[in-house]
C-alpha cells in the first residue's frame, strides 16, 4: 500500500507563488514517477506536471514556464508555482501509479 498525503495549497494573489508538497509513504519504487493533476470547479480532473524516475519533467503547456516539479531522495515531490492566474484555482492531487492523495485546495484570487 501507498500514501499519499499532500500539503502547501492556500489562498494567493494572481501574480503571487505557492509550492505544493507531496509526501509518499508505503511501498515507493524509486524509479517509478510521480505526477500533480488538478481539477477545477465544475471542469474534469486533468494531468498538470510529471517527474519521471530518471528525473525528467514534462509540463502541460498552459503551466509551462511558472510551475516546476520536483522531488527529493524521502519520497517528497514538488510542485513550485510562480506567476499563478485565477485559472490555475482548483483542487492539486498527487499520484504515484495507481494511488492518489486527498488533494490540496489552490485559490489564485484577481
Known amino acids: 500500500q501507498v500514501q499519499l498525503v499532500e500539503s502547501g495549497g492556500g489562498l494567493v494573489q494572481a501574480g503571487g507563488s505557492l509550492r505544493l508538497s507531496c509526501t509518499a509513504s508505503g511501498r515507493i519504487d524509486s524509479m517509478s514517477g510521480m505526477a500533480w493533476y488538478r481539477q477545477a470547479p465544475g471542469k474534469q480532473r486533468e494531468w498538470t506536471a510529471t517527474?519521471?524516475?530518471?528525473?525528467?519533467t514534462i509540463y502541460t503547456d498552459s503551466v509551462k514556464g511558472r510551475f516546476t516539479i520536483s522531488k527529493d531522495s524521502a519520497n517528497t515531490v514538488y510542485l513550485q508555482m510562480n506567476s499563478l492566474k485565477p485559472e490555475d484555482t482548483g483542487v492539486y492531487y498527487c499520484?504515484?501509479?495507481?494511488?492518489w492523495g486527498q488533494g490540496t485546495q489552490v485559490t489564485v484570487s484577481s
Open positions: 499520484t504515484y501509479k495507481s494511488f
Open positions: 517527474i519521471t524516475g530518471r528525473g525528467n
